[in-house]
C-alpha cells in the first residue's frame, strides 16, 4: 500500500469513527455547546425555555423537583403545546428522569411522562451499561407502539437519545467507559457534588488555589473526556455553580473548549451566550485551521508540510478539520458574532454580578413568541398553554371598572335562581353565585391566544366578526383555551403585512365550550422583522 492511500485512510478513520461508536450518528451532529437545566414543575421558566438560545435545554424531573406528580403533569402539558413554540426547531429538548436506581415507578412514569414531545433523556447516576441496555428496551417498545413520529405534537422522528451523568457514584467513574458505549447514547457529561457525597469528601475545590477542583474530581472531568472521544460521542463538561461568578465561569470554560469538550451544562440563562462566544472559534482559529486544511488538501496527503514556521502533519489536519465542524453556518460570515476565547484577566468592566444582570437581560431582547403571516396556515391548530382560574374578586373587580352595575354579575340574592336555567342540567352546583361577566371571559380567551399566536407579531386588531358564550363561567372554574385560523389573505395596500381570521375557544375544567370568538387582525410577515 503506498504512503498516500495509507495517509488518506487513516484521515477517514479519524474524520469519520465506525458507525458501531457513534451509536446515533444522526443525532451527533447537533451542536451541544450548551445544555440548559429547567425544574420541570416550573411554568414560568418552562415558558421561557426555548427562548433562552441554548443547544440543548433538560426539563428536569430529579434534583430540581421535590412534588415528582406535578412536575410530570407540567411537563406533559409543556411537552404537548411546546412544537408551536417558536425555537423548538433549533433547541433539543431532553428530559431528566429519575435514577434507574430508585424506586421503578419513580423512573418508569418520567419516563411516560417526557416520551411524547422530547428527543432523549437525561439519566442520573448511571453506574453501568446494563442500566442503559434496559432503558433502550423500554424505550424501543414505546417506539414501536407510537410507530416512530406517528404522532404530531413535534416529538422527534428518530430514536430517542441518552445523556448519562457518568461519575455521580465511584462504580460510575470505574465503569465510564463502558457507560460511554452504551445504546442510545449521544453524548455524556459529568458530575461531583453527588460523587463528593458517596466519598464522604469536604469539597469538590480547593480554597487555596483558585478554586480548581481536587484531583480525583479532576480525574472524573478527564476521565469522561476520554470515554467519550473513546466512545465516539460527545463530551459535555460539567456545571459551574456559583452563577454570579461570571470570571470563574468563563475561565472553565476556556478551559473546557482547549481541552477538547464539546459543551458545558448551565444553570443560568446568562452562562449561555457566554458559553457560546466561547466555543465559538475566534477570526485567528478559523483562519489558521483554513490555511491548515487547505494546504493539506492541496499537498494531497503528503507527510509533513510547513506552516508558519511549525511543521504540520495528519494530528494537525484532523484537529483544524474538527475546528471548522464547529462553526456555526448562519454566523460564518457575520464578523460582529465571531466567538473569542474570553480573557482570562479579572476585567473590571466585563466580569461584574452587575454584568450578569446586563448579560441576562440580553438573553431576552424583547423576545416575541408569536407566529407570522407565513406560519399561521389555514387550519392550523394552537393549543394554547396558559390556563386562569377565575376569581369573584376577578370579576368585582372587572365589572366595577367597566362601570357595569348589572346585578347578575353583583349580587348573589339575584343570582340564586339564575343558574339552573342556565346551566341546561338543572344542576345546582353553583348556587348563589354570580355570573361571570362575559367581557372579561373575552378578554381572557383573547389573553391566553396571544403567547403561541400573535405575541409581537400583530400589527393591529381589526374586530370581531363572531362572539358566543355557549355556557356561563362561574367564580372557580378554571379555563383553557385554543385558536384555530380559518383564514388568510394578503393586504392590498401594505405588502409586509397580512390579515388573518382566527377564531379563538375557550373550554372550562369540564370541557364545556363557554367562549367562541372569531376575529380578524392584520399581522407582520417575516419579511419585516
Not at 402539558?77 to 433539543?92: I, K, V, Y
Not at 431528566?96 to 418508569?108: A, G, H, K, M, Y
Not at 416529538?155 to 442510545?184: C, D, F, M, W, Y
Not at 370568538?517 to 407582520?524: D, E, G, I
Amino acid at each position: 500500500m503506498s504512503t498516500t492511500l495509507f495517509l488518506k485512510q487513516a484521515t477517514k478513520r479519524l474524520l469519520h469513527p465506525p458507525l458501531s461508536c457513534r451509536h446515533l450518528s444522526s443525532s451527533n451532529v447537533r451542536r451541544r455547546r450548551s445544555v440548559h437545566f429547567i425544574p420541570a414543575d416550573n411554568d414560568k421558566f418552562l415558558s421561557k425555555s426555548l427562548t433562552l438560545g441554548a443547544d440543548t435545554i433538560v426539563l428536569d424531573l430529579e434534583d430540581s423537583v421535590k412534588n415528582k406528580q406535578l412536575g410530570r403533569e407540567r411537563l406533559r402539558a409543556f411537552l404537548d403545546m411546546a412544537h408551536s413554540l417558536p425555537g423548538r426547531n433549533n433547541t433539543e429538548v431532553l428530559v431528566r428522569i429519575n435514577p434507574l436506581s430508585s424506586s421503578v415507578e419513580d423512573w418508569r412514569e418520567d419516563v411516560v411522562a417526557g416520551f411524547d414531545g422530547s428527543d432523549g433523556f437525561v439519566v442520573p447516576k448511571v453506574e453501568t451499561q446494563d442500566e442503559l441496555k434496559l432503558l433502550d428496551e423500554i424505550l424501543s417498545d414505546m417506539e414501536h407502539c407510537n410507530n416512530l413520529g406517528s404522532n404530531n405534537n413535534g416529538s422527534s422522528h428518530h430514536p430517542k437519545v441518552l445523556l448519562p451523568i457518568a461519575t455521580e457514584t465511584p462504580l460510575a467513574v470505574l465503569n465510564i467507559a463502558s457507560i460511554a458505549q452504551g445504546p442510545r447514547v449521544c453524548a455524556i457529561t459529568w458530575g461531583c457534588e453527588d460523587l463528593s457525597a458517596a466519598l464522604g469528601s469536604y469539597n469538590t475545590r480547593d480554597a487555596n488555589n483558585s478554586g480548581s477542583y481536587l484531583d480525583v474530581f479532576r480525574h472524573c472531568q478527564t476521565m469522561c473526556l476520554l470515554a467519550a472521544k473513546a466512545a465516539g460521542v460527545q463530551a459535555i463538561d460539567g456545571v459551574y455553580q456559583n452563577v454570579r461568578d461570571m470570571d470563574g465561569f468563563q475561565n472553565e470554560a476556556n478551559y473546557a473548549k482547549c481541552i477538547g469538550f464539546d459543551g458545558k451544562l448551565t444553570l443560568h440563562p446568562g452562562q449561555i451566550s457566554a458559553l457560546h462566544k466561547v466555543f465559538e472559534p475566534t477570526r485567528e482559529e478559523r483562519e489558521e485551521a483554513t490555511a491548515i486544511v487547505t494546504m493539506w488538501e492541496q499537498s494531497d496527503g503528503k507527510g509533513v508540510i510547513e506552516f508558519d514556521g511549525k511543521m504540520i502533519d495528519l494530528p494537525h489536519y484532523v484537529r483544524a478539520k474538527k475546528v471548522l465542524a464547529r462553526v456555526d453556518a448562519d454566523d460564518e460570515d457575520d464578523s460582529s458574532k465571531e466567538g473569542t476565547i474570553v480573557s482570562t484577566e479579572s476585567d473590571k468592566d466585563t466580569n461584574t454580578s452587575k454584568d450578569l444582570e446586563e448579560e441576562e437581560e440580553e438573553v431576552f431582547p424583547r423576545v416575541f413568541m408569536g407566529k407570522y403571516f407565513e406560519d399561521l396556515e389555514i387550519g392550523l391548530k394552537l393549543r394554547h398553554f396558559l390556563t386562569r382560574t377565575v376569581t369573584e374578586a376577578d370579576n368585582v373587580f372587572f365589572t366595577c371598572l367597566t362601570l357595569n352595575p348589572a346585578p347578575i354579575h353583583l349580587d348573589h340574592e339575584m343570582s340564586k335562581g339564575n343558574d339552573s336555567s342556565l346551566s341546561g342540567d338543572g344542576s345546582s352546583s353553583n348556587s348563589g353565585k354570580p355570573l361571570f361577566n362575559s367581557m372579561f371571559t373575552l378578554a381572557l380567551l383573547v389573553g391566553m391566544s396571544v403567547p403561541e399566536a400573535t405575541h409581537g407579531t400583530t400589527v393591529a386588531n381589526l374586530g370581531f366578526s363572531e362572539v358566543l358564550f355557549p355556557k356561563p363561567v362561574y367564580p372557580g372554574d378554571t379555563l383553557r383555551a385554543e385558536t384555530i385560523i380559518l383564514d388568510r389573505r394578503e393586504s392590498k395596500s401594505r405588502p409586509t403585512q397580512g390579515i388573518v381570521t382566527l377564531q379563538h375557544v375557550a373550554y372550562n375544567q369540564r370541557g364545556d365550550v363557554v367562549c367562541k370568538a372569531t376575529r380578524t387582525a392584520l399581522m407582520k410577515k417575516k419579511q419585516a422583522r
